[in-house]
Structure formats: C-alpha cells, structure tokens
C-alpha cells in the first residue's frame, strides 16, 4: 500500500513499495522531474511492477504538506512528481477500497465533502470521474459564490486543514452606515478587529482588519450579539463560512473576469470549481438542511465482549495477517480511533502520520531489506 | 451517507394545530418573598394586606392562594401604601411623588388588581419642587377624602376616587401659625408633616404632625383648630387611642409622649407622660408607634425603633409593651413598617383587642400571636423568605407519593411545633383555583448547608421541612444559635425573631446537587466540599454513625496537587438525628472539589457522583465504592471498613474515573471555590453599595427628580441601544423591562471602560481548563452491550463533550448482600464538537424517555419498550444529537449555536398535555439557553416547535436557577428571594385564581371600564405577561379570548418587575466560568452601549420610555 519514489534530479526511483496484500516490494524506476509522461503509463507501470494488472488501483501520494493527495490524470502525475522532494511517497489502494474521504486533509471528518455534492442532485448522482472529482482535491481556505453576491461582499470558507493553525481573528462591536429609504442610518454591526499572526485568516488574506461580518454559515448576523455571532463562529468553526464587507473595496472582484477572479484570493485553483455550485446551493442555504457528518464523533467500544471486538490496541504484523482481508485503509481509520484516548482528533492523527512519513532520503535508503514488513505496519500504526 | 430532509415551513396546519393546544408560555405567579419591600398596608375589612417594592409592584395577599399583583408603569420605589378600607382600592404613593389608586376588578368571577389614575400634586409657583413632596397620606375613613402632607408643612385635600385636588380646603402651614403662641412660633417654620391622624370617631377631626413638633387637632369642616400640642422634640409619628381621649406621639430622640385631648381651644405644653424607654443613654428615632386598647388589661404600645444608640443602634427592632411586660422584637434585616390585626369596628368604649402583630422587615414577613402568652410567632403560609440562606440549587420532584408526602410533613411539623394556635390572620378573600392535581416537592439547597422542602403543588409556596446537613461536620462555629439563648438579665429584652440569616458558618457546607427518590425516599445531598450524603427517612430518631468512604478521583494522576479548600471533616461518634432524612453514608470525593453532578438508582442501591476531577460510583447498600474502570478486568475494590476515631471509614483506591485532561491545571486551583469568592467579593460589596443607598427612611429621595440624574445616564444609554433593536411596536413591557434593567445598573460600576469588547473566534480545543468537569450522569437499563440484551447501565457526561458508560453488573435484590456491583466501560464517546454534555437520556423504542426507578412496578409508568432499538440523546450546549443503541451512531440532531448563537444552559424532558384532547401527551425537550430564551423541540426528531423569551439575558442567577417540572413547568429565582413559575403547557397551569368580594359605597364599578386616559399595562398580574412567541413557530392563541389574557398578544415582553433587582449573583451557587463570563459580557455590553450611546448623541433621552 505504502510506497516510496524517490526523485533524484531528473529521474525518478521507485525505492520499495508495499503492495496491497501488505508484502512488500522494491522497485527502482526513473523518470524525467520534469516530463514524468503520462498518467495512464505510469499507472500501467505501477500494476505491471506490482504483478496487480488485473487490478483497479488508485494511487495516491502524500504532497509536502504531509496530505494524501490522488494521482489520476496527467496533471496531478505531474504536480506529484515535480512537487516532490526527492522521495516521493506513494499509496496504493485497491480501487473498490478506496474510501475518497481518506483523500484531503481532515480525513477522517470529511465524509461527506462540500454543500455541492450534498445538494446538487445532478452532481450527486453522476458517477464518479477521474476528473476533477472534488473529493480529490484538498479543500482550501477561499472565497466562495462571487457570481450571486453583489460586488461589495465577498464570502469567505475558511478550512483549517488539520493544521495546527488557529483560526486567528477577532471580532468586535461597531457601527455601520447604510443607505435605507429614509437616508443614510447608523446600525449596530459586528466587525472584524484583530488578526493573530499565523493564524489562517492571517494567512489566506481572506479576511482583513475592520470586515464587517454580514453572515455565518448563512445565517444573518443583523440583530444579533457579539456574544451570539461568537458562538456561531464557534460552533461551526469546522467549517467557517463568513459572508463580509471588505473594509477595502479596491480589491473589489470584478463581475467580468469573476471566475479567474475567484481564485485570485485564495490560495488553490480549486476553489473556481467549488465555486459555481456551491453559489447555488448557498442561496437557498437552509440552515436545518446542514446536515453533514463532517464532525463525525469517536465513538470507542469498551472491553465489553473482547471476541467480538478485534483487540486493535496491539496490532502486530500477525494480526495484521490475521485480517488481511480487511482494508488496510478502514483498519488504519479504526486503530487510529482507537489511539484516540487522548482526545486528539484523528484527523489530526492521520496528518501526523502523513508528516511522520515525509521525504528522509537517508532513512529510507538505510532500511535493511529484513526490517522493511515491521517498518510497515509500524508506520501504518 | 447522505440525509435528505425536505421540510417545508409551516405547511402543516394539523401540526400547527397539535402545537397551539400543546404549548403556551406564561409566567403564572411568583413565590417566596418580594425583593425589595418598601412599603405595607392592611385594609381591616377586606383582610387583605398589601406590600409595595423598591421596583414598583404592589402585590395584595389574603388567605393563602388569594394574590394579587400590580406594576407601576414607572420604575419608582412605593414609598406608601394606603388602603381605603373594604372598597377594594388602594392608594399608593411612588417616590416620584406621583399618587396612584389602584382597584380590585372582578373579570370573570376573578379579581385582578388595576392601576386606574394617577395624579401628581402640582407644584407652587416661586417654590422649589420639594416643598410639595407629599411625606403622608391618609385616606379617611369615609374613604371620600385623602389629605396629603407635604414636606412644605400644608395639608392638601384629594377627592376620592376621582383623584381631583379640592384646592379651597388645603391647610397652609401660615394657617396655623396664626393660632400658635408667639413664644413658640419664634420665626421657625413648622416643618413637614410627619403624620395625620383621623378621629377615631369623628372623622371630620384630624390631628396634623409637624416634624419641628406641633401637633394640631384640625377641625376639617369648620377650619378651626382645636387643640394645640406644642411639642418641643422632633416629631416622628402620631397615634390615636382608640377612645380618642389620648394621643401618642414618638420622637426622633427615642422617647414617646401621651397627651391627653381635651376640648376646643386648648394649648397643651407639657404631655401627660414622657418617656424614652432604651434611655437614658441616646437613643435612635421611634419612627412608628401604635396604641391598641386590649380588653384583657393593659393597652398595647407597640414601636419600632428607639434603640440605644451606642450599644444597640444597628439592630432591627419592633417592641411590644404591655404594661410591665416588654419584648424586643430583634429582625435581622431592617423594619420597613407594621399593623396590628384587629376588628374594623369597634364600638365606642369598646376595645381593639389586637389579635396579631405583622411586621414587614426587609427580608421576610412576621406575624406574632398577640392572644397567646410568649407572644409566639404565627408561621405563614405564604411569603417564604427562600433566601434565609442563599439558595445553591434547586431541584423539582413531580407527582410525589401520598405516603412520602405525609411523612415529610410530620418531619416537618416535629422539627418545628407550632407555638400559636391562632390560625392565620390575614384571610381575606377566597381562593377560586382547582384543588392541585398533584403534589409538588420543591427542594432548594443552601449555603448553610440546609435543604428546604417546599410544598410547590399550588399558589402559595409552603414551607415543609427542613434538613441540615452542617451536625454531621465539625464547623468553626457550632451550631448552638447564641443568639437565640439571651441572658435573662439582658436588656432590652431582645427576642430574635424570623428565620432570615444570610450568614453561613462555612462555604463548604453549601449544597450543589440534589437527588430524591420519591418511592423509597432514598436522598442525596452533595455539596461544595465534595461530600456526598446519601440519606434515608426516617420517622423515628436516632442516634448512630455516619459511614465515611473516601473516593481518591485522581488515582495515581500525577502531578496534580490540589491547591482548593480543605475537606469537611465529619464529627466522630454516634451522632443524634431528629425524624426526618437521616444520613447514612457520607462519601468523601478528594480532592475535594465541589460536587458538579449527582444521580441515585435506588433500585440498584447505587449513587453516582461527580467533581471537576472525575465520576464516582457508590453502592451504599454494601458501603463499597464501584470500580468503574476498564483495566485488566471487572475488580471492585473496597477495603474491608476499619473503625478509625469511632467513625466508620472507608477507603478506596481507584473506585471512579478520572476525566481530567493532563493540562488541565485550572482544575486543581478549586475554580469553582474560585468563581465562588468571586461571587462573594461581588455579593459584600453589591451589600455595601445597598445598605449605603438603604439609609434614608422615609424620604429617601428627598430630592427625587435629580437624585436618578446621575444613574439615568447609564439607563438612557442601554435603553436606547436595546431599543434599536426593538420594533416600533414595542410598547410598556418592555420599558418596564427597561426599568428593570436601569434599577439594576444603577449598582453597576460607574466607571466606563471605552476599549472595545473583542471576541477571539477559536474552536474550542482539548486542553481548555476544566474540561474535566462532569456535567451530567445518569442510569439507565438498556442496550449498551448488543442489542439482545438490555441491562443497568451508567452514563457520564463532561465538560470538553466525553461521555462515558459503564455496562453495571447489579445484582438482584436478594443477593445484594452477597453480590457486589460491578461496572465495566462499555464505550467512550467523544463529541467532535466538545461543547459540555449538559445531558444525557436514553429514550425507548416508542421514543419516550426511560421512566423513573420503581416507577413501572409501582404502576406509575408505562413500562418501556424493551424490544430494542434504545436511542440515547445527548445534550451538550451546542447541539442535540440522538444516537442510536447499541451501536453509537447519529440518527438526528440539532446545531443549536450554529444557527441561534445561544448556548444550552438547561434541558428537560417534559411531557406535555394537549388542551384539545385528553390522551394526547407528548414528550418534548424543554430548553433554557443563555440569552433566557426557551426552545421546546420534538423527541426523537429534535424539530424545533416553538421558543419564548423568558428571561433577561443578564440576569444569569436567574438562568442559573432555572428548573424544569416534569410536566412542562418551571421555576427561576427573579430574586435571592422569590421564584417566579411559569408554565410551558397549555393544560398545565398554575396560577392565582382569586376573589376578593368588594362592597363600594359609591358605586363607581370597574373605573378601569370607563374611558380612562391612563393607557393600561397589558398585563395580568404584573409579572405575569404571557409573551407571544416570537418567529414563526409562534401558535396564536386562539384558544384563549383575548380579555382573558390580554398580554397574549402583546408582541414584547416583560420581564418580572424584580428580576434585576439584586445583583445577578447574589444567589445561585451553580454558576459556572461560562456564566460568569456571560456576566462579563453583559457587563461589557453595558459598556459598549454606553459607548455607542455617545457615538451617537442625537439620540433622544426620550427613548427610555419609547
């Protein structure tokens, strides 16, 4: 399942790689840094090496950032392999295995992904394509539904994923102007007031210093609290979406150029994608209807009846052998559910494990052949 | 994988129509003591008293379940009350100096008490405003005249009931100078007037009291004066002996005079006897004095005040003199007024023969039995001082047991027998509500360490019993009340006298947590100091040892010291107990921290208890404490008991569950004894700030126009930034609310803090302080295991969203003996969102919450649905969630902050009756969030029926306090002092159903029924304002006509007229750091409105009362 490709200068080096039935195997290929070639012969390559031809794999890779990201088209082949640093990791999961939530950064959470495929009934029911899945990308932190927002607004997702980022803003009681009917009146509104460095919002430039929140999560914040609008952000801080006033309006997206625009703030292309459905869903946004198990709880079974409970606490590489009819990948979810008792979310856990895994050329040439199946299950636990 | 929930709004009128005969919200009535009395009356005929507030409500009480109440459109301090006696009206004076005249209406065959006119006295021209302060009022006899004193000395006459100035009768004080000697004129003017006095039999006869120390018998028909007191010492008030030979007269220097009245024309220098009964020493002012003749022997003199002043000036005292025999009535709180009971007529040469004494202190209400020796107190039915000691929880106990019922009150009865048998005094009027279809058990927990059991089953909230739980701890102080044994020889004679004594020997004492068992009246009492009573009735007493087991929460934690308070050490030895709740077992939790949560399965003979530290479980059948731990097996520990200092002990290791997170060091600190001194440290100086405000007597505001100046500044500024969000059709309510709020900031700090209020936006993480508190647990048999087997279970809930269960291995009844308990941990759940559990309930396969212990086999309850598919509900302060069992998985929930901004504060599941149809009962989820608001949503599917504004969201005691009945109704603390009850139901109502029969003798029925200018108050019974429901959940009240509760449709609200009267943690000791930072922001708010009030100064003062 877990493999490493090392790129070294031009070329790239597949050092080992463990395949889906947990031996692993060692292969060494190049490939040019920059031209690694097609998606579809690297693919053929990777089942021709593995002897798994009459397979349907995915392959995954985990990205700098300690993300496990897919690789499925000529563009992402590409990003893997010039992105990498020298090793590259590779994942390799049978295809009806492969549970895409486990693709992005708050793995565990992300079940069901963004409002768009919740509610788009067109988009739900179309099959999955290898294309620009949405699911395959990470989401990012961006600015969302330009084209149904008048200029002047601009609403921001904010996503922390999984890192140790705080969101790192502050908001604050004022007043704004508005033109009513009866000319221009003074009413109470809630501001942004204090950016923490490093903190996401910090970050993205999504948000600036004297914003004026407008909505959470499409909900109105006009006539409520600080106290209230607090806990709202509070409460859906797993998925911050804030609909503000910039307090600079040159910055201001304009309608023409909106969906190159879109992603001009943010910090990845994919928003662009995200952005056009999501708009639609957003306008009709029913708060009730936000039903999404992206804060799935842990739930840990007690000692109650240990022979229907696997003891996961102490996998060894022979339970391990033991089940290996199950998904490495749902075992690896579950153990590190299990390992939760610390109250750490998983999927702060998974991305641990991710960064754990990240490019040390030396480490990795120095694994003694031997040691490479206890290496393995000790890095999946 | 994914849920589709299309529900479209409102689009079912069946559903509507369940709702409406489901749910209505009003606040019914409010028990225990008015906040803030300041002023009394009793009207002899209709034997109805009257008590007036600092915050502007009158409220009538007769015999028990007879109340009426009323609230003045302005937030003014009722300085008097005056009845006209039998004609179900009632004058009362504001210190505005604004007179109003309330009355009695019959509607329906009920009474409502209405404020029908006002009137202000006009001020002279070229005279500053003072001069016309109205200082007395007397309505005659006649009840067609009230002569008002004022400040200025005149006497101005007022036309009942029409409230018009008779301007040609008025008595200028020049008026009567002109019959004064000169020698005793000598320039000086004659000063307010201090009383007036009508004839006893001749009611055109007024005797007239000027504060220099005249006093006048003033002919009112001939204009003429008729005799002459020239007294020299300040004058403080008049009586009249009833034969009207004599008059009485009290003085500021302590001393009363007797004068004798004698015929036209006369000037009297000297009176008949003089005497100042604490002298020689100074003594302080007697500012009420009454003469009641007795047919058995020597006449009453009744008087507060005339302490000596050096040695005695700070006590609170009426006395009581008959001939040689003299008690001094000691209140601990301060003596707004006193009447005496006696018939209306009394024939002349007759005699009063007072039956009774009613003394009105600041803290509660005493009546003495005037006709039995001793003087003894009669105890009342109603008007409870809740607060004679700080209430620290309370808890609700439905449908209680005959046999329960009878047996507390016979505790109750032999704690304290009845010294009087005089029935109560005060029995006017009738009481028209239902006989209660069921009892109702208040029990509130005190700081004392006290529990009071109230009988909460109607209108009036009585008291039944009372347990101490401080005899079985050694205190610094013992629990011998001094006070109570006066030396013989003292004197004065002090007699301490009411039951209101704020003062706790020792904070840890105080009781956090309750549980009762009604059906086999098992009770757990726990308190600040981590002890856990587990107690059992008793009719007899007794005398034994109290078990002691200590639960060591922290285990083997390392690295944690406790920094908190010490454990209550208990008192060695067999103690005695009276009949009543006697303890058993006392479990120690250490580190002693306050216990948090409690729960008792007396079927299972089992307590569970938790601290900021942990969750314990107890089998206090077997004494041994419970393993809850899954570590290598089920292992229950207890070592065997070991006598130790004659006290039974028990130790354990390792009996409980530490849910402390390792960073957590806050926990350790004693945070709740933290935010207790906090409470405390706001709680003196909010005292300080009172008493220093409370000085004055009478006129307090002696210059009331501009003495609100410098406080109206902060009241404008927050009314009118609350009033932008108010609609243009917020009417009186809410200005009264406004008041409300602007009396309660008036103690606020003065100082205005200009730096902007900001909120840090984080999620909540793992390692934030107390996150190990247990909020919540809970027992219950159901499917934990598979779903082929139910058993005991036990659910613990914590701070950072954890929830705990343990599978319970219980033994059946016979082998309890033999058998221990055993728990294992079944499963852990982590709430992503980590907001606190704030409840946990397992509902059965029909959806209906889990009955009670014993309740099925006693035939109470429906036995549950068995068959499986058990849900869990879990109630943190964000969210709902319904769980499936046994396999924990989301089945609905509901993202309260995500969508309201509000926070849960407090949930129940109630069962609510339809008005429409007998059978039709649901059970609903009743919750409180931190903005006061309540949301009533459907159980399992959690869909949000309707909500209600109910109370202040600054007034965190009151939310605090909050408790919810079985049967959709609930109790809140407007003051430390009185609970206000509101009902959620619209079949379930409590509330004052009354009649007071009223005999006018001008027949102006109903005035209020007149086109009368006075626009009136859209409410009920003052704090009784039904509010309409806001959004579009709101059922109309269809089924209620609107003359029936004409407030039903007022779009705002009001809230109790005292709510905001104390400081808002004066009472409740369950406060947590979030409410105490709710405080904070309010406190902020205050400041941030003050701010943007300055911002924008064009705004009118005016808005205050829009």
């Known amino acids: ?381 | 994988m994914m849920k589709f929930r299309f529900r479209r709004q409102g689009a079912d009128p069946h559903r509507d129509r369940i709702r409406h005969d489901l749910f209505a919200f009003s606040k019914t009535v409010e028990h225990g003591f008015p906040s803030q009395p300041s002023a009394l009356a009793y009207d002899p005929v209709l034997r109805v008293m009257a008590i007036g507030t600092k915050a502007g409500a009158v409220k009538l009480y007769g015999a028990p379940g007879v109340e009426l109440t009323g609230l003045h459109k302005e937030t003014a301090t009722v300085t008097q009350l005056h009845f006209l006696p039998g004609q179900g009206w009632l004058l009362s004076l504001l210190d505005d100096n604004t007179l109003h005249l309330w009355e009695v209406c019959q509607k329906d065959g009920c009474s409502h008490l209405e404020e029908t006119r006002s009137f202000g006295l006009p001020g002279r021209p070229g005279c500053s405003p003072g001069i016309t302060r109205v200082t007395v009022v007397l309505p005659t006899s006649s009840c067609a005249v009230a002569c008002l004193g004022t400040e200025g000395g005149a006497v101005y006459f007022l036309a009942l009931p029409s409230l018009v100035l008779l301007e040609d009768k008025t008595l200028f004080p020049d008026e009567v100078l002109q019959s004064v000697p000169d020698e005793y004129r000598c320039g000086k003017a004659l000063g307010p007037v201090e009383s007036i006095q009508e004839h006893p039999h001749d009611s055109s006869r007024l005797l007239i009291g000027y504060s220099r120390g005249l006093v006048v018998l003033w002919e009112q028909s001939t204009r003429v004066v008729q005799h002459l007191f020239l007294g020299s010492q300040q004058l403080e008030s008049l009586a009249w002996e009833q034969s009207g030979k004599s008059i009485i007269s009290s003085h500021s220097d302590g001393g009363y005079m007797v004068w004798a009245v004698s015929g036209a024309g006369q000037k009297t220098q000297q009176p008949i006897m003089s005497t100042i009964p604490y002298g020689p020493f100074p003594c302080k002012a007697i500012s009420k004095i009454l003469w009641r003749t007795c047919e058995s022997g020597n006449p009453f003199i009744i008087f507060s005040g005339g302490m000596p002043r050096a040695s005695y000036g700070d006590r609170h005292c009426v006395s009581v003199l008959q001939g040689q025999t003299l008690a001094t009535l000691d209140f601990t709180s301060r003596v707004i007024d006193f009447f005496t009971v006696q018939s209306p007529e009394v024939a002349e040469g007759g005699f009063e023969n007072p039956r009774a004494l009613v003394v009105l202190v600041e803290e509660e209400l005493v009546a003495i039995d005037l006709q039995t020796p001793g003087w003894p107190t009669i105890p009342a039915p109603y008007l409870a001082p809740l607060h004679s000691s700080a209430i620290t929880c309370s808890c609700h106990v439905s449908n209680v047991p005959l046999k329960l019922w009878e047996r507390i009150i016979s505790a109750g009865e032999q704690q304290s027998p009845r010294l009087s048998s005089a029935a109560w005094p005060i029995d006017g009027g009738k009481n028209l509500a239902q006989e209660p279809t069921q009892r109702g058990l208040l029990l509130t927990g005190h700081e004392d360490g006290t529990v009071r059991f109230w009988d909460a089953s109607g209108v009036s909230l009585k008291p039944l019993y009372k347990l101490g739980t401080a005899s079985i701890f050694q205190t610094d102080c013992e629990h011998n009340d001094s006070l109570t044994q006066a030396g013989e020889e003292e004197w004065p004679p002090f007699r301490k006298v009411g039951c209101f004594d704020p003062y706790s020997d020792d904070p840890r004492l105080g009781v956090q947590k309750i549980a009762l068992c009604k059906y086999t009246a098992k009770m757990v009492v726990a308190g600040t100091a981590g002890q856990v009573l587990v107690m059992e009735l008793s009719d007899e007493k007794s005398e034994h040892a109290v078990s002691v087991a200590t639960v060591d929460l922290l285990q083997d934690r390392e690295g944690f010291t406790w920094k908190g308070h010490d454990r209550l050490a208990p008192r060695n030895g067999p103690l005695p107990f009276a009949p009543g709740f006697q303890p058993s077992v006392l479990v120690q939790c250490v580190p002693p921290a306050a216990v948090t949560a409690v729960t008792l399965h007396s079927e299972w003979n089992l307590v569970a208890f938790g601290t900021s530290h942990g969750f314990g479980l107890f089998d206090y059948y077997r004494r041994n404490p419970v393993l809850a731990r899954y570590e290598g097996g089920t292992v229950v520990l207890g070592t065997p008991l070991e006598r130790c200092l004659g006290v039974w002990v028990l130790s354990s290791i390792g009996a409980c569950r530490c849910t402390l997170h390792p960073n957590d060091s806050l926990a350790m600190e004693g945070p709740l004894s933290r935010v207790k001194s906090l409470k405390k440290s706001l709680r003196q100086s909010f005292r300080r700030i009172r008493k220093s405000r409370v000085s004055g007597k009478k006129r307090l505001n002696a210059s009331s126009p501009s003495s609100k100046v410098g406080t109206e500044g902060a009241g404008t500024a927050t009314a009118a930034s609350r009033a932008r969000g108010a609609g243009a059709d917020a009417a009186s309510p809410r200005q009264v609310q406004e008041a409300n709020a602007q009396l309660a900031e008036q103690a606020g700090p003065p100082e205005v803090e200009m730096t902007p209020v900001q909120r840090r936006i984080e999620p909540r993480s793992a390692d934030d302080s107390l996150s190990g508190v247990v909020r919540c647990l809970y027992f219950a048999d159901t499917f934990l295991r598979d779903a082929a087997h139910h058993g005991p279970t036990m659910w613990a809930g914590t701070n950072s969203g954890s929830v705990f269960a343990y599978a319970l291995e219980v033994p059946s009844q016979e082998k309890f003996s033999e058998r221990a308990v055993e728990a294992v941990l079944g499963k852990e759940i982590q709430l992503m969102h980590r907001a606190p559990v704030v409840a946990i309930a397992v509902l059965d396969g029909r959806g209906n919450p889990l009955p009670e212990p014993y309740e099925v086999s006693r035939d109470l309850a429906k036995a549950p649905d068995m068959q499986g598919s058990h849900s869990m509900l879990i109630s943190s302060e964000e969210q709902f969630k319904v769980f499936t069992l046994p396999k924990v998985s989301a089945k609905t929930k509901f993202k309260l902050t995500a969508h309201e901004g509000c926070r849960v504060r407090k949930v129940a599941l109630v069962s609510l009756a339809s008005t429409g149809s007998e059978e039709r009962l649901e059970n609903c989820l009743a919750c409180l969030t931190n903005l006061g608001d309540i949301h009533i949503f459907t159980v399992p599917s959690l869909r949000p029926q309707v909500h209600y504004g109910c109370i202040r969201k600054e007034d965190i005691s009151g939310i605090a306090s909050c408790v919810f009945t079985k049967h959709g109704q609930g109790f809140y603390l407007i003051s430390p002092s009185e609970f206000e009850r509101f009902s959620l139901s619209a079949r379930n109502v409590t509330e004052p159903l009354c009649r007071l029969e009223v005999a006018r003798l001008q027949d102006t029925s109903c005035l209020s029924n007149s086109s009368m200018a006075t626009p009136k108050l859209p409410q009920a019974n003052g704090t009784h304002v039904p509010r309409s429901p806001e959004g579009q959940h709101s059922p109309t009240n269809s089924d209620r006509s609107p003359e029936e509760h004409p407030a039903a449709f007022s779009p705002s609200s009001i809230d109790s007229p005292n709510s905001s009267m104390e400081n808002p943690l004066d009472t409740t000791g369950d406060i947590t750091v979030e409410e105490v930072k709710d405080f904070l922001a309010s406190s902020g708010e205050v400041e941030r409105n003050l701010r943007n009030a300055s911002e924008d100064e064009a705004r009118p003062t005016g808005i205050l009362i829009k």
């Open chain 1, 1 to 381: 399942m877990v493999g490493e490709v090392q790129v070294m200068n031009s070329s790239l080096l597949v050092l080992y790689n463990l395949s889906y039935e947990f031996g692993a195997e060692f292969r060494r290929f190049s490939l040019d840094r920059y031209q690694p070639g097609k998606f579809e012969d690297f693919y053929k390559l990777i089942l021709h090496i593995h002897h798994i031809a009459n397979l349907e794999v995915m392959i995954g890779y985990a990205d700098v950032h300690g993300d496990l990201l897919p690789i499925n088209n000529d563009d992402n082949f590409l990003k893997a392999v010039s992105s990498a640093n020298l090793l590259l990791r590779v994942f390799i999961q049978r295809q009806d295995e492969v549970d895409y939530s486990n693709f992005g950064t708050n793995t565990l959470s992300r079940k069901k992904k963004a409002l768009v495929t919740l509610r788009n009934d067109n988009l739900r029911r179309r099959p999955h394509i290898n294309i620009s899945m949405p699911h395959d990308f990470r989401p990012v932190s961006s600015i969302i539904d330009v084209d149904i927002l008048p200029e002047t607004h601009r609403r921001v997702r904010l996503y922390r994923h999984g890192c140790e980022k705080p969101l790192g803003f502050y908001i604050r009681d004022g007043t704004s102007v508005r033109v009513t009917p009866h000319g221009l009146e003074k009413v109470p509104g809630i501001f942004i007031s204090r950016m923490v460095p490093g903190g996401l919002a910090e970050s993205t430039g999504l948000l600036a210093v004297n914003d004026e929140v407008l909505e959470v999560n499409g909900i109105e914040v006009a006539g409520k609290t600080l106290d209230q609008v607090t806990d709202m952000m509070i409460a859906n801080s797993h998925n911050l979406i804030i609909t503000v006033k910039p307090a600079n309006q040159r910055n201001n997206i304009i309608r023409s150029s909106r969906m190159s625009g879109s992603s001009g703030q943010s910090t990845d292309s994919t928003a662009s994608h995200h952005s056009l459905p999501t708009s639609h869903v957003l306008q009709n946004f029913h708060p009730d209807e936000m039903e999404s198990d992206e804060e799935a709880d842990i739930v840990i079974e007690g000692g109650l009846e240990p022979q229907h409970i696997p003891k996961l606490h102490s996998l060894t590489s022979s339970s391990l052998s033991r089940i290996n009819g199950s998904s490495l990948s749902h075992r690896l979810q579950r153990d590190l559910a299990l390992n939760n008792n610390s109250g750490r979310e998983s999927n702060g856990n998974i991305h641990k494990l991710l960064s754990s895994l990240k490019t040390d050329p030396r480490h990795s040439l120095v694994i003694p052949r031997g040691g490479i199946e206890e290496d393995g299950t000790v890095i999946t636990l």
